[in-house]
């Protein structure tokens, strides 16, 4: 490829691999808007019915926004040298307008659509015309190009349902974050142009491993942080105290679970991968789902720990056990694309608690917990077991296997 006069923006071989100091302070306005996920998540225990589809519906896609605004950054930072203060600049503005919508985000759907979705824009359509603007006669300036382009063709149904009727803002930004999703999906394709697909991009891989695995030890922060702030705001009791250790311990096993093999390796997998473009890409959707899991399950922390031995309802399955379930969905997804395989406790695990589900249904949500906690503690005392003595397998990634007529490509 050529150099071009913005060679000195990518990341040189010989550029640290592990995210940097700014990556880290970048991180923390992504604090405060999984917070307030959690928050928007957590209004919704008591809805049944519609109400709580359409609820979960709309905070799923203010989550999704956030998400494509951070795996972006992170894309970002692992493909150009994030030591430059062109990069520095972008990655601390990006930061600003992630603290935007998190401050609009707990009624980003109501009266505060408007930031929301301006704070959006400005880092899905500026941004990426700075980065061409930096890059000048660098044949990577077309990627950011693109995807300024399909940004500014989805703004119209962004600003469309912001300050259109209340309404229809849910079907547009839908369709909006559908065109966004898919555009980068596909490449960003343009006419003449074509398109420019992540999989085939040369990318850090060390660096992106790095990044999903901190992301999802924030998520995990923000669980700790849920547990400790609902048990230090109730009057205490020995019910709510079992709740708050359960609840703790649970979280400790999602840590477990994750880096037990697969999570660990992560790093080794996109370092060995012929294409850690395509690794990478396959892990930003399980990390998706790894994150999300954790936010849902911790909401079911903070139910549990108000109310233990409350009556059930259908909205407190749904984070209790639906979140646990979820997180073994996306965990069994990570080991296949480490090894190519899916663990035998994983699958048992997930079919057990699909089984207890229903009669979960009649139970105190302190009984779910319980229930969950003990599933994913066999989860995890099965795998310790059957590893005891084992060194580390190596990485056998069905999906970062180059082929023939992919090498040497790169968008």
Known sequence: MAAGHGADLLRPPTSSGRATFLELFFDLAFVVALTRVSQRFA??????????????????????????????????????????????????????????????????????????????????????????????????????????????????????????????????????????????????????????????????GTHLADRYQQMFLIALGESILVIGVVFSGTDYSAERAAAFGIAFVTSALLWRIYFHRAGLLLTDALERAGMPGRLGAASERTHLLIVLSVLVTSVGYELVIDHPYGLSRPGWLLFVVGGPMLFLVARMRLEYEIFGRVSRSLLIGLVALLLVTPALARWAPMVGLSVVAGVLALIALRDAQGNRGRPLEAPASPIGRETSHERDSEA
């Open 43 to 204: 209004g919704l225990v008591d809805d049944t019915g519609w109400a709580l589809v359409t609820g979960f519906g709309r905070t799923l896609l203010l989550f999704l926004a956030l998400w494509l605004i951070w795996s972006h950054t992170a894309w970002i930072t692992s493909r150009y040298e994030p030591e430059r203060s062109i990069i520095q600049a972008v990655v601390v503005g990006t930061m600003f307008a992630g603290l935007v919508m998190a401050v609009a985000l707990p009624r980003a759907m109501e009266e505060r659509a408007l930031p929301f979705a301006i704070a959006y824009l400005t880092v899905m359509v500026v941004r990426p015309m700075v980065v061409a603007a930096a890059l000048r006669g660098h044949p990577r300036r077309l990627v950011p190009f693109r995807l300024s382009v399909w940004a500014v063709a989805s703004a119209p149904l962004w600003l469309g349902g912001a300050l259109g009727p209340d309404r229809l803002r849910l079907p547009l930004w839908a369709t909006a974050l559908a065109v966004d999703y898919v555009a980068w999906t596909l490449g960003w394709p343009l006419p003449w142009l074509g398109a420019s697909k992540i999989s085939r991009w040369r990318i850090a």
